[in-house]
């Protein structure tokens, strides 16, 4: 039985903390898991300990470490032409929401459900189509204020 490799070990222990509300101590195994990653050009599984990276971001606030993170994102999506799938989607909608606009954030949940829908992933729709309705409902109330 062979060992798992340091991404993969800082990958799960990041989910394992994640899983017991143990945000900033994830946080850090996300971060190293991610480095590890593109050292190793394992873009799927960076962008899935990216998601992490970018939620528990987004919860804390850290407006400027979210915008780094998706910058460097986007670099990687150009550079070696990934294609982002629905949750990735939603999270960036996420990371909008707080700091771009609303508007912004719809586009990316409904680029989230678009994803969704052609994959037919059930369980990402529905995130797609809460994060549009929120935004759909704070651009209604803003309206009648």
Same mark, same amino acid.
């Given at each position: 039985?062979?060992?798992?490799?340091?991404?993969?070990?800082?990958?799960?222990?990041?989910? /394992?903390?994640? =899983?017991?509300?143990?945000?900033?101590?994830?946080?850090?195994?996300?971060?190293?898991?991610?480095?590890?990653?593109?050292?190793?050009?394992?873009?799927?599984?960076?962008?899935?300990?990216?998601?992490?990276? /970018?939620?528990?971001?987004?919860?804390?606030?850290?407006?400027?470490?979210?915008?780094?993170?998706?910058?460097? !994102?986007? =670099? !990687?999506?150009?550079?070696?032409?990934?294609?982002?799938?629905?949750? %990735?989607?939603?999270?960036?909608?996420?990371?909008?929401?707080?700091?771009?606009?609303?508007?912004?954030? /719809?586009?990316?949940?409904?680029?989230?459900?678009?994803?969704? /829908? =052609?994959?037919?992933?059930? !369980?990402?729709?529905?995130?797609?189509?809460?994060?549009?309705?929120?935004?759909? %409902?704070?651009?209604?109330?803003?309206?009648?204020?």
């Amino acid at each position: 039985m062979s060992l798992p490799s340091a991404q993969e070990y800082d990958y799960e222990m990041g989910r /394992l903390l994640h =899983d017991r509300a143990e945000y900033s101590k994830a946080l850090l195994h996300f971060e190293k898991a991610c480095a590890l990653f593109i050292v190793h050009k394992q873009y799927d599984r960076y962008v899935e300990a990216l998601n992490y990276v /970018l939620r528990i971001l987004v919860e804390k606030e850290e407006a400027q470490k979210i915008q780094d993170a998706k910058e460097k !994102l986007q =670099d !990687l999506v150009m550079k070696e032409n990934l294609e982002l799938g629905s949750r %990735t989607h939603y999270i960036l909608g996420l990371c909008s929401y707080y700091r771009d606009g609303q508007e912004i954030a /719809l586009e990316y949940f409904q680029k989230a459900l678009k994803v969704a /829908l =052609d994959k037919d992933n059930k !369980l990402d729709m529905c995130y797609a189509i809460y994060g549009s309705q929120v935004v759909i %409902t704070r651009m209604e109330n803003s309206k009648r204020l």
